[in-house]
């Protein structure tokens, strides 16, 4: 499995960016999908995850009510729409898929088999 992220950028506070996650290879292997973000000097958080069938899904505290996990399995691409952004979102956001092992565990629990790089996101105050 292969994943590729895109769509960050540098907004102003209060902007909006789409992040998307592209899977490739093996892709029925994929279960749960998340996002992470790792700030300089800081340790790496999940931000959001969501399901296989995008049932369930999780966010950070932080990120509740601005961003919105999605996924369109038909097309292998997992979307974080990021609203109201504040210059603390400012990292790197990764995203992630879990395999069929995490298929019964909630979102935020999922074991994180893949991992695809980074995609920069900076918020200028």
């Known amino acids: 499995v292969q994943l590729q992220a895109s769509g960050g950028g540098t907004v102003q506070t209060g902007g909006s960016l789409r992040l998307s996650c592209a899977s490739t290879?093996?892709?029925?292997?994929?279960?749960?999908m998340g996002w992470h973000r790792q700030a300089p000097g800081k340790q790496r958080e999940l931000v959001a995850a969501i399901s296989k069938s995008g049932g369930n899904t999780y966010y950070e505290d932080s990120v509740k009510g601005r961003f919105t996990i999605s996924r369109d399995n038909a097309k292998n691409i997992m979307y974080l729409e990021m609203n109201n952004l504040k210059p603390e979102d400012t990292a790197i956001y990764l995203c992630s898929a879990a395999n069929v092992q995490s298929i019964y565990v909630p979102p935020y629990r999922a074991n994180w088999n893949y991992w695809g790089q980074g995609t920069q996101v900076t918020v200028s105050s």
């Open positions: 290879g093996n892709t029925f292997d994929i279960t749960t």
